[in-house]
C-alpha cells in the first residue's frame, strides 16, 4: 500500500523559510511515528510566474488534483503589484480553490493560554477560546456574475453579485454540521437575513439541513451583530458557519482575538475523492510578510498547525495531530517566542528554525 500523497507549494515571502520548518516535523512522524508520506513540491504565486509566467501552472493544478492533500505557504508581495489582475500570486490561490472545489473554510481560533495577554481583548475574555469558523468558499459575491467596472452615464459603476444556490448553501452546512457533532454540538450560522435575499435563502436551508441533525444546537445572527458578539463574549460560540464575504471578515476578526495572526491555520475542504479523503488545502492564515522574508524572523507555528490540521482530516491522524498541537502549546508555555510573539521590552527573539527546534524537542519528549 503507498503513502499516502501531500503536494508542498511553499509561495512567496515567508513561505519557504516557514514551510522548511514543516518539513523537518513531516520527516519527524516518518522516523519517529512510522507515518510516511510521500512529498513532493511545486510552485505558486509569485515563484510561479517567475518561472512560468502564470500563478500557477496548468501542470502543477493537475498535481494538486491527484494529492491527497496540499500543503501552501503564502503568496504575493509588492514585487508583483504591478501586474495584471488575472496574473496576479493571489490568482493561483483563488485557482486551487476554485478547481478542487474547496467549498468549505475551516478558520480555527483557539487562544493558547501562554498568549492570552496579546489579545487586544481582556484575559478571561479569551482565556481558553477555542471556536471554528466554517466559510463557504466558492461561492458567493467573489465569484458571482455579472461582476466588473462599466461605463454608466459619466461615471464607472463597479458591480459585485451576491449569488447562492441551494446546493451550495447545503453542502458547506452539512461540513459545519459534521463538525460541530465532532465538537461541542453547537452551531450558530450568521447571515444578513434582514436585509438580502440570499441571508433569506441561507438561513432557510441551514434551518432546514439542522433538522437531520438533532443533536446540534443551532442559532441564527446577522453577520453584524455577530463580529459585536465576538468582540463582547467569543467564547459563547463553538462552531460559526457563514457566506464567503462575512467568513472573510469575521475570521480575520476571530484570528486577531487570540493575539497574532502568525498562530493560526486553515484547511479548505471539498468533496470526498474516490480513496474517501476529502479534496483539501491547508495553509496559514497570515500573509507573505516580504518585508521580513529571509531573515529567520517569520513564526513557523501556523504552519506547523496547518501540518496538524492534515492529519486530522485528510489522514485521519487525530491522536497524531493532537500530540503535535500539544507540543506547540509545551513550548509557548515553556517561553520560546519568536518576533511577533514577543510583548515583554529586552527580551531577545528565537528565529524561525529555532522555533521548529523547540517543536521537535518537545516531540522528542512526547514519545
Not at 477555542?130 to 459619466?154: H, K
Not at 482530516?313 to 518576533?339: C, I, M, N
Request: overall charge negative; some cysteine.
Amino acid at each position: 500500500m503507498s503513502n499516502p500523497s501531500l503536494l508542498i507549494l511553499p509561495g512567496d515571502g515567508i513561505g519557504p523559510e516557514v514551510m522548511a520548518e514543516v518539513r523537518r516535523i513531516i520527516d519527524w512522524f516518518g522516523d519517529k511515528r512510522g507515518l510516511a508520506f510521500d512529498v513532493s513540491e511545486d510552485l505558486v504565486g509569485g515563484a510561479a510566474y517567475d518561472a512560468h509566467g502564470a500563478p500557477l501552472s496548468d501542470e502543477t493544478m493537475a498535481r494538486a488534483q491527484d494529492a491527497d492533500a496540499v500543503l501552501l505557504g503564502a503568496v504575493g508581495g509588492p514585487k508583483y503589484d504591478t501586474l495584471d489582475f488575472s496574473v496576479k500570486p493571489e490568482r493561483g490561490l483563488l485557482r486551487l480553490r476554485k478547481e478542487m472545489d474547496l467549498f468549505a473554510n475551516l478558520r480555527p481560533a483557539q487562544c493558547f493560554d501562554a498568549l492570552a495577554d496579546f489579545s487586544s481583548l481582556k484575559k478571561d475574555v479569551v482565556a481558553g477560546l477555542d471556536i471554528m469558523i466554517v466559510r463557504e468558499l466558492t461561492s458567493g459575491v467573489y465569484f458571482g456574475e455579472p461582476r466588473g467596472i462599466i461605463e454608466e452615464g459619466n461615471e464607472r459603476v463597479g458591480i459585485n453579485t451576491q449569488r447562492y444556490t441551494e446546493s451550495e448553501i447545503e453542502r458547506v452546512a452539512r461540513s459545519a454540521f459534521e463538525l460541530a457533532m465532532k465538537r461541542g454540538k453547537k452551531l450558530c450560522s450568521m447571515e444578513k437575513a434582514n436585509v438580502m435575499e440570499s441571508g433569506v435563502l441561507w438561513r432557510e436551508v441551514v434551518t432546514r439541513v439542522g433538522q437531520d441533525y438533532p443533536e446540534v444546537e443551532l442559532s441564527h445572527m446577522y453577520a453584524d451583530a455577530g463580529a459585536m458578539q465576538l468582540t463582547r463574549w467569543p467564547k459563547q460560540f463553538d462552531v460559526i458557519v457563514t457566506d464567503n464575504l462575512f467568513g472573510d471578515l469575521l475570521s480575520d476578526l476571530a484570528a486577531m482575538l487570540t493575539g497574532s495572526l502568525g498562530m493560526l491555520p486553515s484547511a479548505s475542504l471539498g468533496a470526498p475523492m474516490a480513496n474517501g479523503r476529502p479534496k483539501a488545502l491547508y495553509e496559514p492564515v497570515h500573509g507573505s510578510a516580504p518585508d521580513i522574508a529571509g531573515q529567520g524572523k517569520a513564526n513557523p507555528i501556523a504552519c506547523i498547525l496547518s501540518f496538524a490540521m492534515a492529519l486530522r482530516y485528510s489522514f485521519d491522524q487525530g491522536g497524531e495531530a493532537a500530540r503535535l498541537e500539544k507540543a506547540v502549546e509545551t513550548v509557548l508555555a515553556q517561553g520560546h517566542r519568536t518576533a511577533d510573539l514577543l510583548g515583554e521590552e529586552g527580551r531577545a527573539p528565537i528565529s524561525t528554525s529555532q522555533m521548529g527546534d523547540a517543536v521537535l524537542e518537545a516531540l522528542d519528549a512526547s514519545l
